[in-house]
């Protein structure tokens, strides 16, 4: 057991010691959508002159170059656009190519991702050592979020005597939904509203039939409004065959949200699991 602890612990350190202040941010490289967003959040987007295809919020995102997708970065690509610094998460990649920006000299960045509040809030000091944000100014930025953070902890002590089953679909694939199982985001955002997660048998992102869906019988069903691009309305969603048949399509219990917001574990992911969690409290 102490040597677990102690394994455990190196690599938590390991994590944690990429967030120390950056020789030069000036000229900064993001590959991830939440660290993005806090970028902006911390009114620090001065420094940013590129981000990954997942940076898409706040809208002033689009006048910045892109590097392509955060797992299939290309070293050259990121070279030419003269960095001081790039900074990702564990998913940036792919690990050859961080292999080859570390003989660079480039100063590179993992930031450590864990999908809970407390962990959005860690995410956020980090970012902020990182980019050089004095300790009160990050102090500050956090007291904007911590109202939400306590009443999404009321509503989550509430919502967990009595858990709602959720099922979270990430989009359509032909009549099948891709559906959040253990180990996603998606799992991970439910958990967050104190909820339980109906696709628990299986890990990753799946495509669910309509058979299992049925037994799965959800409260609520969230969808991304990506996933919602295949239908009209909530209402011809809550009518596909394969979704039909549950309690949440009978009762019209079926939320939609932009996906980065709830899954991306930025700033925004707080305020959407309060959002949810409040709904989930009152039925």
């Not at 989009?171 to 339980?196: L, R």
């Amino acid at each position: 057991m102490r040597l677990y602890f102690l394994v455990i612990s190196f690599f938590s350190s390991l994590a944690l010691s990429d967030c120390f202040e950056s020789i030069d941010s000036s000229r900064t490289v993001i590959a991830g959508g939440s660290l993005t967003e806090i970028t902006y959040f911390l009114e620090k987007e001065d420094k940013l002159i590129a981000v990954d295809i997942t940076s898409n919020y706040p809208e002033e995102t689009k006048n910045l170059a892109s590097i392509g997708y955060v797992r299939a970065l290309s070293t050259e690509g990121l070279l030419s656009l003269s960095p001081t610094l790039i900074i990702g998460e564990d998913d940036m990649g792919p690990p050859l190519v961080i292999d080859q920006l570390g003989v660079t000299g480039v100063d590179v960045r993992i930031v450590p991702e864990e999908q809970t509040v407390e962990g959005i809030l860690r995410k956020i000091r980090c970012l902020s050592s990182i980019l050089g944000v004095s300790k009160s100014s990050q102090d500050q930025k956090i007291s904007l979020l911590n109202k939400d953070v306590n009443k999404l902890s009321l509503l989550v002590a509430k919502n967990l005597k009595s858990p709602k089953r959720v099922m979270l679909i990430l989009n359509m694939q032909g009549t099948s939904p891709i559906v959040a199982g253990q180990g996603t985001s998606g799992d991970s955002f439910i958990k967050m509203t104190g909820s339980e997660n109906v696709a628990s048998s299986f890990e990753g992102w799946k495509p669910v039939n309509s058979e299992a869906i049925i037994s799965y019988d959800p409260d609520y069903i969230v969808i991304t409004e990506r996933g919602m691009g295949s239908f009209a309305n909530i209402e011809s969603l809550a009518n596909d065959p394969s979704l039909k048949f549950t309690s949440a399509a009978k009762n019209k219990n079926i939320l939609t949200e932009d996906g980065m917001a709830m899954l991306g574990f930025g700033v925004r992911t707080i305020a959407s699991a309060l959002k949810f969690s409040e709904i989930f409290s009152k039925k």
